[in-house]
């Protein structure tokens, strides 16, 4: 019971950092700024887009023209979050052809160990890489709010929603990943060796 729970629980945590990070990536809200000026307008902006929220016209939102006008954090995080989205894609399908309760390649376990292995790997990388990007964004963004170069009247760009959604994303992938790797040094008891070591100690009580 202990392998396959651990196996399907780092699915689980890894599919869920998957799709936050997927999420992650195409969200808008990377960072925030609410013009004190006009409270009924926040604009937002995201590794792909710019937006603008109003309350009464909804959300409005622009592709950025050129990725080299891009921010440096903005252009590196893009390719992080593209490579941890890959990554993370195929250490699922890595993974799942590892687990116990998979029909293929029964008889090679060997084999079987070395791709939960390798998905579990990946699982890390997408996680590093998702963290990375999210948390050089924050890290700017901390700067330039504490910036004193900058006059008190600017308006200061603030954390975005989608900085947590990256960072709750990196932990569930390294968790999944972790998971994964632990059911490969564990031992699987079968169900035939269990059987087998009962009837021999009940074989031994009859002597005794």
Known sequence: VYRPTMQLSGIV?????WVLSCLTTYLPQWKNLNLELNELEIWTMGLWQACVVQEEGGM??????????????????RILMVFS?????L????????????????RQQ?????LLLFGGMLFWISGI????????????TVQEFWDENIPDIVPR?????????GWLAGFCLILGGSLLNCTICSTEVHPSSVRYA??????RCQHL
Not at 13 to 17: A, D, E, I, K, Q
Request: aromatic content about 10%; overall charge negative.
């Open 129 to 140: 890489t998702a963290i990375v990007p999210v948390s050089w964004v924050a890290h700017s």
């Open 157 to 165: 760009w603030d954390f975005g929603e989608a900085l947590f959604v």
């Open 198 to 203: 009962v009837a021999e100690q009940q074989d």
């Open 91 to 106: 250490g699922l399908l890595l993974s799942g052809f590892g687990l116990d309760c998979s029909k293929i390649g029964e």
């Open 85 to 89: 989205n890959g990554s993370g894609l």
């Open 13 to 17: 945590f890894s599919l869920l950092g």
């Open 60 to 77: 409005q939102c622009k592709d950025f023209d050129s990725f080299l006008a891009l921010p440096p954090e903005l252009r590196i995080s």
């Open 110 to 114: 060997e084999q079987k160990k070395r």
